[in-house]
């Protein structure tokens, strides 16, 4: 074994740009797409101006709910600049939260609230319009509801039970806690997973995954390279054989492209909060293991760099596309579960570990490793 | 001692070789001429393992190319006509290469040595560099890392210059006469191959032939 790391090592030590540039194409690539997808998501925003007139509690609940609103990109600012900057169409729209909001919400007057300012290229403006009279109607509702349960504690003389401000509070904990507008099903003895979860449009795991795979079997081609025809016969008279030295070779390429992994989940730790626990690793050497496995594999059956090439290239595309880390199959798995095993990908994006693949690509491999030891040249 | 009786080899229905027989000893170079296609790296090939024949037995030192073919590979030097070296190193990490992956270790000096033995001076040059007589040199080299005692060697010669072939061919005539190698040398060359060899045979088809053409009962040596 000794031997074969060193000259493994004498191989790598030409060819150590392109391994670095592999290794780390997947980790610069993930990057650089999460981060771009983020700055695109928060540019198609409807980039609306908010102009607070009021300074009371309720009118800042409402700036707050607007600017949480996901697809909405909302700026404070003074009716001049807002005015200005919708005239030269950097803005949808424009809403005034006027003087005397709180006020008539009180008295339970609902109209003229909220100015809105649109432009002849306000596009999302009747949409963004409806969102925001919601969140009004819901504050002048809400506020109506506790008139009536105060007026039903008056009729029963319990007025010193709860207060205007207690009802509004314990009405907004109502909302949150029960989540009104959402209904859940769950089968009976089973756990209730009603949490709900913000589907992110790509996921790093998966964009590095697609990466991984592509660079994995660039970095194989050593196989083919170094088993070419003329080569193969100097093979036959070594003490080490080929198969020895091949087989050296993935435990050494598993070993150094499985550090860069570790790297990569640091990485993606800090950047993307992924998670890293131990669990996350497991999957992650076992998905490493099962990939380099087919590279390994693949090379062996292959005689020409170009093929072996394009077949890299196809079954990349394809283990990205049954992993549904680019085309959720959320869907489709529900429907017909075994999905999740026809790629590795989607055990990496799971946590959990591929048996299946890991399986068939140990009894292949080992076939090789007894088919190699008979053959000729 | 080499021992090949009622050789056949077969490519499908093509007959490529034909009740070859002859023996050769050690210390002895023998060389095969003959036009392309004939069959000369073929048995060759044979020879050296690389190919199974249709028919036929091959015995080497009493070691059967059946049962033995680990044993006899350990004790065969086969330099294929294609050179088999990595053109990114240089001379001297080739040699480090294949030694690492030879039956027999050597130290550094004495692949150096090797190479020197046979006028192969570029020890830390790139391969790339190199003249294709050096190339062919080293890829001599490499294969006489395990110290083999039966060389088979496809037209080592091809494309040098005449110095390097006559350093090719006096380096092998040491080999055999002065440490007992047996030789089987291929060429197109009929000039260099009666002046290394003892015995040449002439290869042909249509219909298959192997007649012996040559034999040096004088020395070589006492020839030139």
């Given at each position: ?13 030409k060819?150590?740009?392109s ?11 993930t ?9 695109w ?6 980039p ?8 009371t509690?309720?009118?800042a609940?409402?700036?707050d ?8 990109h909302?700026?404070?600012?003074p009716?001049?600049?807002a ?22 919400i ?16 306000s ?5 963004v ?13 809400r506020s ?17 039970e709860?207060?205007y ?6 009405s907004r904990?109502?909302?949150k ?6 209904s859940?099903?769950n ?5 209730n ?8 449009l ?10 991984a ?22 093979w ?6 080929y198969?020895?030295y ?9 070993v ?29 050497f ?12 693949l090379a ?20 990205i ?22 790629s590795?990908?989607?055990s ?26 008979k053959?000729?040249? | ?5 009622g050789?056949?080899?077969?490519y499908k ?8 027989n ?23 090939q044979?020879l ?25 590979r ?33 130290t ?10 046979m ?25 006489l ?5 039966f060389?088979?060697?496809?037209e080592?010669?091809v494309?040098?210059d005449?110095?390097?072939k ?21 060429s197109?060359?009929?000039d ?31 020839l030139?």
């Amino acid at each position: 074994m000794k031997n074969i790391l060193f000259i493994r090592w004498m191989r790598l030590k030409k060819e150590w740009r392109s391994h670095i540039c592999w290794m780390l194409l997947p980790i610069v690539m993930t990057v650089l797409i999460m981060q771009g997808v983020e700055t695109w998501q928060a540019e198609t925003k409807v980039p609306i101006a908010l102009v607070v007139e009021e300074q009371t509690e309720m009118a800042a609940r409402l700036v707050d709910d607007i600017a949480s609103t996901e697809l909405l990109h909302t700026q404070l600012m003074p009716l001049d600049e807002a005015l200005h900057r919708l005239q030269q169409h950097e803005l949808d729209s424009v809403f005034v939260i006027r003087e005397g909001y709180e006020g008539n919400i009180l008295a339970n007057r609902r109209n003229q609230l909220i100015d809105a300012y649109s432009s002849n290229r306000s596009f999302a403006y009747q949409a963004v319009v409806e969102t925001i009279t919601s969140y009004a109607q819901q504050d002048a509702a809400r506020s109506k509801a506790a008139f009536v349960i105060k007026q039903l504690f008056s009729d029963y003389d319990m007025e010193d039970e709860w207060s205007y401000e207690e009802i509004i509070e314990r009405s907004r904990e109502r909302q949150k806690s029960e989540a009104l507008l959402q209904s859940s099903f769950n089968y009976y003895d089973k756990d209730n997973t009603t949490e709900e979860q913000v589907l992110p449009l790509l996921k790093a795991w998966g964009v590095w995954a697609f990466f991984a795979i592509i660079t994995t079997f660039f970095l194989f081609d050593w196989m083919l390279k170094e088993n070419r025809p003329s080569m193969r016969q100097r093979w036959l008279f070594t003490e080490i054989s080929y198969e020895k030295y091949a087989s050296g070779s993935l435990l050494f390429f598993t070993v150094i492209i499985f550090f860069m992994d570790l790297v990569t989940a640091f990485i993606f730790s800090s950047l993307f909060q992924e998670a890293l626990t131990i669990r996350v690793l497991i999957s992650l050497f076992s998905f490493r293991l099962t990939i380099n496995l087919l590279a390994f594999l693949l090379a062996s059956v292959n005689k020409q760099l170009f093929m072996y090439y394009i077949y890299s290239l196809g079954i990349a595309l394809l283990l990205i596309v049954i992993g549904g880390s680019i085309i959720p199959l959320y869907g489709l798995t529900g429907k017909w579960p075994w999905i999740e095993e026809l790629s590795p990908v989607q055990s990496l994006l799971n946590g959990t570990i591929p048996l299946i693949w890991l399986f068939i690509l140990a009894v292949l491999f080992a076939r090789w490793v007894q088919k190699g030891g008979k053959v000729n040249a | 001692m080499l021992n090949v009786t009622g050789l056949q080899k077969k490519y499908k229905e093509k007959t490529v070789l034909e009740n070859v027989n002859f023996q050769m000893k050690p210390g002895e170079i023998v060389g095969l001429v003959g036009e392309n296609g004939a069959g000369k790296s073929t048995l060759l090939q044979l020879l050296a393992t690389v190919m199974q024949p249709t028919q036929g037995d091959i015995q080497l030192d009493e070691l059967s190319y059946v049962t033995d073919i680990k044993e006899i590979r350990r004790i065969i030097g086969y330099v294929p006509q294609d050179i088999s070296i990595w053109e990114e190193f240089t001379v001297e990490e080739n040699m480090l290469f294949f030694e690492k992956l030879s039956w027999k270790k050597r130290t550094k000096e004495e692949c150096r040595k090797l190479c020197l033995d046979m006028q192969l001076t570029h020890w830390k040059e790139g391969v790339h560099s190199l003249s294709g007589g050096m190339k062919r040199k080293l890829n001599l080299a490499i294969s006489l890392l395990h110290d083999p005692a039966f060389l088979l060697l496809d037209e080592p010669t091809v494309g040098i210059d005449l110095k390097s072939k006559m350093e090719i061919g006096s380096y092998l005539r040491s080999l055999a006469k002065n440490e007992g190698k047996m030789i089987m040398y291929t060429s197109h060359d009929m000039d260099e191959i009666t002046t290394v060899c003892d015995r040449v045979y002439a290869i042909g088809k249509d219909p298959f032939y192997l007649n012996l053409l040559v034999e040096n009962k004088i020395p070589v040596e006492q020839l030139k």
